[in-house]
Nanobody, 123 residues
Framework: VQLQASGGGLVQAGGSLRLSCVASGHTFSRYAVGWFRQAPGKEREFVAAIGWRLRSTTYADSVKGRFTISRDNARKTVALQMHSLKPEDAAVYYC?????????????????WGQGTQVTVSS
């Protein structure tokens, strides 16, 4: 499966953005999809994930209540709706796919990655 992330941009603190991860391939519904982010000089960190079967969702504590992950298997898309953005949310956001995954928080669980989309939050 190939992934393409989009939707990043520049937003003021308190604003909102919606990221999309669009997949190609016939078995997208069998993949958990996770969003991760990486700021300069920092390791890639977990943001949110959605499982393949029960569509269970998990979130990093830092984004709970502000971000929502959802999927549309018919459109092979996973969205990350981000509200109340903070300067510390600024990073390159990546989506990853994990075959038959439950939505793990470790990047090592993901087999495929998109190219990333930049989110910049001005204070």
């Amino acid at each position: 499966v190939q992934l393409q992330a989009s939707g990043g941009g520049l937003v003021q603190a308190g604003g909102s953005l919606r990221l999309s991860c669009v997949a190609s391939g016939h078995t997208f519904s069998r993949y958990a999809v996770g969003w991760f982010r990486q700021a300069p000089g920092k390791e890639r960190e977990f943001v949110a994930a959605i499982g393949w079967r029960l569509r269970s969702t998990t979130y990093a504590d830092s984004v709970k209540g502000r971000f929502t992950i959802s999927r549309d298997n018919a459109r092979k898309t996973v969205a990350l709706q981000m509200h109340s953005l903070k300067p510390e949310d600024a990073a390159v956001y990546y989506c990853g796919a994990d075959a038959y995954g439950m939505g793990e928080s470790s990047p090592s669980e993901y087999d495929y990655w998109g190219q990333g989309t930049q989110v910049t939050v001005s204070s």
